[in-house]
Each structure stands twice: as structure tokens, then as C-alpha cells.
């Protein structure tokens, strides 16, 4: 079977076996808001407004691939968007059932740079680049995402917060592998056709390009470093920049002598944990 049919059908079973979750099905009671606040409250938001932004995403893709494969389409207008928008609709109606404000959103703005991108990539060993680009920033922002919701549901089941663990965050974390699992299996059927030049030049892309999930101004980065902190990965950056970035390592063959992970990663984490630090103890 080609990568490209064994892609089709892994889409046909995501869109079969999960459909979006209905906020009908969530139980928001929660036992001790106050304490769900002070603990989470800033994780949920933060995951709540990368949720709901795939929209933009949506948008960015559509600027940055001309012409995109049509696995590639179905998979992300079809099946993946409803399911990711639904994510940030439980955890923004979470946040409020517990006293926050809803989150803000920039669901619109497509950057200059990304449509520069989409005029580039009008030629093919570019857009085959551009996709690169796209598959490696979605396995580490599923993994991201996968080791949040893990450590996000223990948490709250810890705090006695079972309703909201189970039936919120459970239902969530489930439909994050498969995602994981597409973007894996399509970046390691394009790596082998890339040649030497266009991964060199993917990995430079990459490096200075790379940021977390969502973060893409100052405040977001030290937003993330509050999201890492509170997970338990503050002074553990690299066993998560790890877990995010070991396939894309192996793949661009940017693995040196001692080298566990991409420097640009780890240096990305750490930069977002300290601002995070510095504005917490600037207030
Ligand atoms: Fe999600
Ligand atoms: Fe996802």
C-alpha cells in the first residue's frame, strides 16, 4: 500500500471513529472552581485559544500551499478543524463555567510571511518544502498538545475535578494521537523524496523559524512558559522538546554527537519558561 493510501484511509477512520464532541456530552461541574482557577485556569485558557485559532490555521495552509495533495486537503478542512475547533469550544465554555473570561481569539490574520511562503511555493520543490514545514510543525504541536491533556487530566483528577477530567479532557486527548499519526506518517513518506538542499534548507527554516503551539509574541512565549511550569516542565524543558521533536530530528538528520534534540527547540522552551519567570516575579 502507498503512503498516500495508507494516509487516505487513516483519514477516512479518523473522520468515522471520531467525530466532533458535542458539548452536550460534557458534565461542567466542577467541584472546587476556585481551586480549578488558581491551578489551571491559565492552562486552559492558553490550550483553549490555540484550539480555537486552527481556523487562521485553516486560512494559513490554504496561503501556504497553492496546491496541496488532496489527502492532505480532506484532512485538514474535513475532519481536522471540526474536531480541534469543538477542543477549544469545551475549554473555553470550562474556563467560564470556573470564572475566567473567554479566551481571545485571532482567528482572521494571515502573516505576510506565510503568503510569501504560498507565492514561493507556486514551484513545486518549494510547496514540497512548504509541506515539509507544515507536517513537522503539526507532529510537534500534536505531541504538545497529547503530553498537556495527559498531564492536564491527571492533574484534575488529583484535584478530585473527575467530572471535567472524564468527560472533558479524556474525550479531547483521545482524538490528538491520530493527528499526531497523519502528520508522522506524511512527513516520513515526503522525507525520502526531499533532496539533500531542500532539507538543508527546511532545517534552516525551521531554526529560525520555530516557535511552541500558540506562541508567537513575547506575552504568548512566557504564556507557554506558565503552561510548562505548571504542567512540570520547568526544569525539564528537553524531555519535552524530546517528545516533540524526535521524529523531526531523525528526519532532517540534524542529529550531532551528543545531540538528543534540535537545539532550536530546547533553546525555544527554555526561552518561554524564563519569560514566563521574569514576568511573574515583575508583578
Ligand atoms: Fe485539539
Ligand atoms: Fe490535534
Known sequence: MTTTQRLLEHVDRIGAEHPPIDLATVDFTVRDPALVRERFGHVLDYMARVELE??????ELGAMMPDPPE???????DVWRDQE?????VLDRLQQVIGRPAAVTDTETVSVRLRLLGVLARVTPIQDMVRMLYYLTGMATERSAVIAYNRLHSGLLEAGELAIAETAIAPIRRQEPPHYAFYKLSARGLAPTLSAWQKWLVRRLRATTFAPVGANTPSQRADFGGVLVTLGFARDTDSFAHEISRVEHDLLRA?????????YVVDALRDAVALHEARAGRS
Open 255 to 263: 542529529r550531532r554527537a551528543g545531540l538528543r534534540v534540535p537545539t
Open 71 to 77: 489527502v492532505d486537503l480532506q484532512f485538514y478542512r
Open 54 to 59: 486552527v481556523d487562521r490555521n485553516v486560512l
Open 85 to 89: 475547533v469543538a477542543h477549544g469550544q
